[in-house]
T-cell receptor, first 113, second 115 residues
Framework: DQQVKQNSPSLSVQEGRISILNCDYT??????FLWYKKYPAEGPTFLIS?????DKNEDGRFTVFLNKSAKHLSLHIVPSQPGDSAVYFC????????????FGTGTRLQVTL | GAVVSQHPSWVICKSGTSVKIECRSL??????MFWYRQFPKQSLMLMAT?????????EQGVEKDKFLINHASLTLSTLTVTSAHPEDSSFYIC???????????FGPGTRLTVL
């Protein structure tokens, strides 16, 4: 039972344009969401997070939007850069579960010149 | 700051042997460490949660007698894959948090190949 889903396995975006990565979840009890970036043969690195009490969080080129009613979140990267090419995972957690994360399946972003 | 290392970065072993993977938090004390497994083109799946000085908590479907976890200190957790078989071949990643609720910092992962 995949509680966190990323339905697009891959995405290709031109440099300078906006990248939008989507994530859906089924467990309405999740109250904290995170995005991680991962290069091959490396561990994930934290990018940005959002609490369920917010609907938007911004950090430089990265913005995460949360739509609780739709159980949907998205990561916007603007402008996209070639160095952003990686696999992006969204993850969700419940308060009080000692940071236990449930990951999505990942979306491979390719930023082209 | 917040660096987590893993050793070895890759290992090849024969079927039936045991393999130990170390996870260290280099610049902070980790009260909790997590062990994940990732198969090709799949998500990271949590295997177990390890708290310093206590027994690990395993996720459903993960054999605790096969995947032995020891969190003996606030900077070191080990995962031992006992009697490894080819189906155990995977990418094993650990993460660490200083306190419950904090951001998880991930290690670089260990690629295990069982022949």
């Amino acid at each position: 039972d995949q509680q966190v889903k990323q339905n697009s396995p891959s995405l290709s975006v031109q440099e300078g344009r906006i990248s939008i990565l989507n994530c859906d979840y089924t467990n309405s009890m999740f109250d904290y969401f995170l995005w991680y970036k991962k290069y091959p043969a490396e561990g994930p690195t934290f990018l940005i997070s959002i609490s369920s009490i917010k609907d938007k969080n911004e950090d430089g080129r990265f913005t995460v939007f949360l739509n609780k009613s739709a159980k949907h979140l998205s990561l916007h990267i603007v402008p996209s850069q070639p160095g952003d090419s990686a696999v992006y995972f969204c993850a969700a957690t419940l308060t009080g579960t000692a940071s236990k994360l449930t990951f999505g399946t990942g979306t491979r972003l390719q930023v082209t010149l | 700051g917040a660096v987590v290392s893993q050793h070895p970065s890759w290992v090849i072993c024969k079927s039936g042997t045991s393999v130990k993977i170390e996870c260290r938090s280099l610049d902070f004390q980790a009260t909790t460490m997590f062990w994940y497994r990732q198969f090709p083109k799949q998500s990271l799946m949590l295997m177990a949660t390890s708290n310093e000085g206590s027994k690990a908590t395993y996720e459903q479907g993960v054999e605790k007698d096969k995947f032995l976890i020891n969190h003996a200190s606030l900077t070191l957790s080990t995962l031992t894959v006992t009697s490894a078989h080819p189906e155990d071949s995977s990418f094993y990643i650990c993460s660490a948090v200083a306190q419950a609720g904090d951001t998880q910092y991930f290690g670089p992962g260990t690629r295990l190949t069982v022949l």
